[in-house]
């Protein structure tokens, strides 16, 4: 049998069970460099845990998916949070699951508007970094240190992801 799951557009409220949607909407935080700059601060929560660990800033150059998108695999980084920040101003295929008695539940997908970014929080079951468009070029915030920072979980069956659009 196989599983579908049809995407959702990316809303911080739906989103917040897993984590925080990155994005300048609304007013500033602050008005900054010589009032040509609009700072949105503090968006997220990077949460880190274990002798040695930091924050680190990564870049990934992951290929392009296609829809249906064929979900096999899901992680989670038990020591730390995982934010994802696109280099380009391109939409992202997001996918979470809850946390059912320390196994992923039935998975999510989200797409992301241009612009918007995630963090993941500590803990929470996601798929792969899975860009729509080339380059899949991702600036990654996550725990640098010490510690086995990943788990993996295979599914029996996959999940088929479709586009809702």
């Known amino acids: 049998m196989t599983h579908r799951i049809v995407t959702e557009q990316l809303d911080a409220e739906e989103f917040a069970p ?14 900054i460099n010589q009032g040509l700059c ?31 998108y064929r979900l096999e695999m899901v992680e989670r980084h038990p020591l730390g949070s995982q934010a994802f920040i696109p280099m380009t101003a391109e939409s992202f295929l997001v996918i979470v699951c809850p946390d059912e008695q320390g196994k992923p539940g ?9 612009g ?3 963090n993941f929080h500590r ?4 798929g792969a970094l899975t860009p ?11 725990r640098i240190g010490d510690g086995d920072n990943l788990e993996e979980v295979w599914f029996e069956e996959p999940y088929i992801i479709e586009n809702k659009s």
């Open 132 to 142: 729509l468009s080339d380059p899949g070029l991702f600036a990654i915030i996550d």
């Open 116 to 118: 918007q970014a995630i």
């Open 106 to 114: 039935r998975p999510r997908a989200f797409i992301t508007k241009p």
């Open 18 to 31: 897993f984590g925080e949607v990155l994005e300048a909407v609304g007013e500033p935080t602050k008005i």
């Open 38 to 68: 609009g700072r949105y601060h503090d968006l997220a929560t990077l949460d880190f845990t274990g002798a040695g660990a930091k924050a680190g800033i990564s870049l990934f150059n992951s290929q392009k998916r296609t829809f249906p």
């Open 123 to 126: 803990g929470t079951w996601h």
